[in-house]
T-cell receptor, first 115, second 113 residues
Framework: NAGVTQTPKFQVLKTGQSMTLQCAQDMNHNSMYWYRQDPGMGLRLIYYSASEGTTDKGEVPNGYNVSRLNKREFSLRLESAAPSQTSVYFC??????????????FGSGTQLSVL | GENVEQHPSTLSVQEGDSAVIKCTYSDSASNYFPWYKQELGKRPQLIIDIRSNVGEKKDQRIAVTLNKTAKHFSLHITETQPEDSAVYFCAALFSGGYNKLIFGAGTRLAVHP
């Protein structure tokens, strides 16, 4: 099992460009998440999907959209990238939000730079 | 609001010493508190967690304590080793609609030989 796979690993965008970060998990998890990591600010939740067919905003959703394509895949889209979105993005999954096991499994991260 | 505060932001210890990282949370209804370790350039990984029905949990050299009344929990690492050097994140599970984990800002631990 690969666990949580996210692509790309690195990306450079110009201000105003759009892109989609892809994430897939093969653990049959119900819940998936997108976090961003900035120095001194820890991991901040952008959006999450508690189960297939549902998505909800996290702490910092502005400038992002998400799609839970199916149970395996959860994508994050930047419609018009801004320098403030320069960050490391992590996708994660867990068995189920609100269940007794909330352990998160993280992908390897995407380092995004917006110039 | 949903908030987790973590201190200190950096911590430097000598090999063999103990390290303690502390977190406080805002929601008294939170009942799950994990700790994640992130080595340089790697993904965060769960190292230990605790639920509100216990006050302490140990796993070899690491332990976590929870004080629900004061709404704080701590990570204790004993006999530190250079491979313990990493960024450590605490988190708390907040309810309201769907449960979601909110992380602290992280503590960069450096263990010097």
């Amino acid at each position: 099992n690969a666990g949580v796979t996210q692509t790309p690993k690195f990306q450079v965008l110009k201000t105003g460009q759009s892109m989609t970060l892809q994430c897939a998990q093969d653990m049959n998890h119900n819940s998936m998440y997108w976090y961003r990591q900035d120095p001194g600010m820890g991991l901040r939740l952008i959006y999450y999907s508690a189960s297939e067919g549902t998505t909800d905003k996290g702490e910092v959703p502005n400038g992002y959209n998400v799609s839970r394509l199916n149970k395996r895949e959860f994508s994050l889209r930047l419609e018009s990238a801004a320098p403030s979105q320069t960050s490391v993005y992590f996708c994660a999954s867990s068995e189920a939000a609100g269940a007794t096991n909330e352990k998160l499994f993280f992908g390897s991260g995407t380092q995004l730079s917006v110039l | 609001g949903e908030n987790v505060e973590q201190h200190p932001s950096t911590l430097s210890v000598q090999e063999g010493d103990s390290a303690v990282i502390k977190c406080t949370y805002s929601d008294s209804a939170s009942n799950y508190f994990p700790w994640y370790k992130q080595e340089l350039g790697k993904r965060p990984q769960l190292i230990i967690d605790i639920r509100s029905n216990v006050g302490e949990k140990k796993d070899q050299r690491i332990a976590v304590t929870l004080n629900k009344t004061a709404k704080h929990f701590s990570l204790h690492i004993t006999e530190t080793q250079p491979e313990d050097s990493a960024v450590y994140f605490c988190a708390a599970l907040f309810s309201g609609g769907y449960n979601k984990l909110i992380f602290g800002a992280g503590t960069r631990l450096a263990v010097h030989p």
